[in-house]
């Protein structure tokens, strides 16, 4: 029980504000502290509740039958009436599966986008160039991904804007953002009360590419206009997904202001390391219930042995 409180705690405090506490450090500390942290919630929290709904069921006579132990020999006390067990097992199961189909379809687009990019021919480390009247840029996931740019969109920018967008684009395919943007989504997935985390998550993708192309040009002004330029050029509805990042995507405003203000991540460490401190004692805490768990049911599988 303790597990299961420290756990959604863990949960509702970074799915209460997730874009609050992500905005204090700098974008690429928020995306490497709140990916692990929302799948360690996502872990925790199912493993706390299987541990619920194990140790209730233990107490029936046929769950007791199937384990081969003696509910008579398991601890009472701390444990629901046997009947709470089922529904807890129902969500755990239902939302392990759902996770799992997410999971699936996300691999299934992570492929589609590798073979697209190699039909693209040959990498030679530029940006294909597509004849398209519709504005667009965007960075393609793959086993080393393509960034692709749109005629209308090269024309729709000048020189130096042009190479900040690259750069942009280039930086989500450096540091696999797709990768982390998917894991943010499937521990969503596994735990509702993350569901805010996954759109904060791929902002400060957003956010992480526009520093890295601001470091790479030397101008953050220019890499403001860039992003301001293009969000302006991009006609029609915007479909982000997580296999093609589009330079357009997430809060632009935000990442147009965030770009002309300078840099300032004063709490960034204190943040990430006050976050990764509390995940690290949830997992302890379900490692501890884990040890602790299997030989009461060690006991109980001895008692019944003992009684044949
Ligand atoms: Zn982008």
């Given at each position: 029980m303790i597990l299961v409180g420290a756990a959604l705690a863990l949960s509702l405090a970074l799915g209460w504000a997730p874009r609050r506490l992500a905005t204090a450090m700098h974008p690429a500390t928020a995306v490497r502290t709140l990916v692990p942290a929302g799948l360690a919630a996502a872990l925790t929290t199912g493993f706390a509740l299987s541990d619920v709904a194990l140790t209730a069921l233990a107490h029936d006579g046929e769950v007791a039958e199937l384990g081969h132990w003696a509910p008579a020999a398991l601890p009472s006390a701390t444990a629901l009436p046997w009947q709470a067990g089922l529904p807890v097992a129902f969500a755990v199961l239902a939302l392990l599966t759902a996770a799992a189909v997410h999971t699936l379809r996300a691999g299934h687009q992570l492929w589609?986008?590798?073979?697209?990019?190699?039909?693209?021919?040959?990498?030679?480390?530029?940006?294909?160039?597509?004849?398209?009247?519709?504005?667009?840029?965007?960075?393609?996931?793959?086993?080393?991904?393509?960034?692709?740019?749109?005629?209308?969109?090269?024309?729709?920018?000048?020189?130096?804007?042009?190479?900040?967008?690259?750069?942009?684009?280039?930086?989500?395919l450096r540091h696999r953002h797709h990768l982390w943007i998917q894991l943010a989504e499937v521990s969503a997935v596994a735990n509702p009360a993350l569901r805010r985390v996954p759109g904060v998550v791929r902002l400060m993708a957003e956010r992480w590419a526009d520093e890295d192309a601001a470091l790479s040009t030397g101008d953050r002004r220019t890499t403001a206009e860039a992003i301001g330029h293009a969000a302006l050029a991009r006609t029609g509805p915007r479909r982000p997904t997580s296999a093609a990042l589009a330079a357009t995507g997430g809060d632009v405003p935000h990442r147009v202001q965030a770009l002309l203000r300078a840099p300032r991540h004063r709490w960034s460490a204190p943040a990430a390391a006050a976050v990764a401190l509390v995940t690290v004692s949830v997992l302890g805490l379900a490692c501890a219930t884990a040890r602790s768990t299997e030989p009461v049911l060690e006991t109980a599988r001895s008692a019944l042995a003992s009684t044949r």
């Open positions: 589609l986008a590798d073979t697209w990019c190699r039909r693209l021919g040959p990498d030679d480390g530029q940006p294909v160039v597509l004849a398209d009247i519709e504005p667009r840029a965007f960075a393609v996931a793959g086993l080393r991904g393509r960034v692709v740019v749109t005629t209308a969109m090269v024309a729709a920018l000048s020189t130096a804007e042009r190479a900040a967008l690259l750069a942009h684009e280039r930086a989500h």
